[in-house]
């Protein structure tokens, strides 16, 4: 016979995947709605619905306020998509979510945020699965592993999903108005509500602490490769970071690049060329303001000129 403390831990167990389950399927809050993650749905639109030759920009929400897109379009005559949104969404979901969107002649420019090759951010984390379960759009799946990569994150956003004041509730501040809205990006996916705004104080990075992990750039080889067989291209570059945060993490950064150039990936510039002043950035040490936006972009189209005329 089972005894009553294991059949007590079974129904524990159950109660607890109950809750887990049903909180999944609870409807989505309203400040999801309106947010980051779910300009998605227009990025994915802007990518299925834009012709060809494409100029694609992956990475986190150091790509999205780091970039200005219309200069990519004036110098490379190519239709620019910035599909950034927020590094939590983890790089390599980024990478295969776009992968089914880039046709030929189609240029990819990579952009992570360094800690992208460090821990587990790679495969993402609660905000990732707040994407997959609130977000609407095709071509969201992920594999089994990944799943289970993510699977520690499952009981911090259910329990989110009880919070049932944001049902109700509208945030404190209009999200509509805020610049981590959805409707913040532009005709490009460029985030740009905070052009004009003032500087706002911030603290800078910590050091990286978390050991190298090989399966970002393993991932980004596989999705070069991929890439490839479509008739595309893709290069790797950096994103704009403060003086003081950059030299923080300098030996992260370093590696970073080092492992790029090793494993032969078409690599724009090197970490000291996106070393900026803080008066580029507006609230975090990789979110960029205009002038740091539009330095950004002059960078890469110049490495990636330097690159093209080398043929």
């Known amino acids: ?13 159950i109660f607890i995947l109950s809750i887990l389950i049903v909180g999944i399927f609870l409807p989505t809050k309203n400040k999801i709605k309106d947010s980051f993650l779910s300009a998605q749905i227009e990025k994915d639109s802007m990518l299925l619905n834009t012709p060809s030759p494409k100029f694609i920009l ?9 970039n200005n897109s219309q200069i990519f379009k004036d110098s490379l005559r190519l239709n620019p998509i910035n599909t950034s949104i927020n590094a939590a969404i983890g790089l390599k979901y980024m990478l295969y ?27 993402g984390n609660t905000t990732l699965l707040q994407l997959l379960f609130e977000v609407p759009g ?28 944001n049902y109700i509730f509208e945030e404190q501040n209009n999200i509509i108005k ?10 490009y996916g460029d985030a ?17 602490q978390s050991q190298f992990n090989k399966k970002a750039i393993i991932g980004l080889k596989k999705f070069e490769n991929e890439v490839l067989k479509k008739g595309g291209e893709v290069f790797i570059s950096f994103p704009g970071v403060t003086e003081e945060s950059f030299d923080i993490n300098i030996e992260s950064e370093n590696y970073v690049y080092s492992q790029l150039i090793t494993n032969n990936f078409k690599v724009l510039g090197n970490p000291k060329d996106f070393r900026y ?3 580029l950035a507006f609230n975090s040490t ?26």
């Open 1 to 13: 016979m089972i005894s009553k403390f294991i059949l007590r831990c079974v129904l524990f167990l």
């Open 58 to 66: 992956i990475g986190g929400s150091s790509g999205s306020f780091g």
């Open 97 to 123: 979510h776009t992968l089914n969107y880039i046709q030929k002649g189609d240029i990819v420019i990579v952009i992570p945020e360094y800690d992208q090759f460090y821990g587990d951010l790679y495969y």
């Open 138 to 165: 095709e071509n969201k799946t992920i594999s089994l592993f990944h799943l289970f990569k993510v699977a520690p994150y499952f009981f911090t956003y259910t329990s989110t999903k009880y919070n049932f004041k």
């Open 178 to 187: 805020n610049i981590y809205a959805r409707n913040s990006f532009n005709i």
């Open 192 to 208: 740009v509500a905070h052009w004009g705004l003032k500087r706002q104080h911030f603290i800078e990075s910590d050091k990286i």
């Open 277 to 279: 002043s803080d008066t």
């Open 286 to 311: 990789s979110h960029l303001n205009k002038a740091g936006a539009d330095l950004h972009s002059k960078q890469i189209v110049k490495f990636l000129n330097e690159f093209l005329n080398k043929r």
